[in-house]
């Protein structure tokens, strides 16, 4: 039996509630807990995230040094511009970024409270012969 059951992603902000529905919305979950500091949800394909109250966060800089990073959230979708839109429609916003390299096309943004986050679509590969 396992002595850890699950994590969950917490991001600190200034106003948890407008945070957790704007990543409610985006992944199409619902809200599964609520304090007076705190908001959880999961996401439709079980992701769990939360916001914690912290009246002194400070929203990183990416990709500016200043800040730092802090942390970074990877979300996989199957179509960018939609999902951009989305992202866009719900209040974040695109972050200057230069195109990866690599088998993954991505494109960064940030949520209303400024943390950063990336939509990433894989390209097909085809499959090895011989």
């Known amino acids: ?3 850890v059951k699950a994590g969950v992603v917490v ?3 200034a106003e948890p509630e407008k945070l ?3 990543y409610k919305e985006f992944l199409e979950g ?3 807990d609520a304090t007076a500091n705190r908001v959880e949800i999961r996401g439709a394909d079980g992701m769990r995230m939360a ?3 912290d009246m002194n966060a400070t929203p990183p800089s990416w990709p500016r040094p200043e800040n730092a990073l802090q942390a970074h959230l990877d979300f996989v979708v199957d179509d960018l511009d939609e999902a951009e ?3 866009v429609g719900l209040g974040g916003r695109p972050l200057e970024t230069k195109d990866a390299s690599g088998p ?3 494109r960064g943004y ?3 409270a400024g943390h950063s986050f990336t939509l990433r679509r894989v390209t097909p590969t085809a499959p090895k012969t011989g």
């Open 1 to 3: 039996m396992a002595l």
């Open 11 to 13: 991001l600190d902000c």
């Open 20 to 22: 957790a529905g704007f």
């Open 30 to 32: 619902e809200e599964t």
């Open 51 to 53: 916001f914690r109250r």
């Open 85 to 87: 839109r989305r992202v």
């Open 104 to 106: 993954f096309e991505e």
């Open 110 to 112: 940030a949520d209303p």
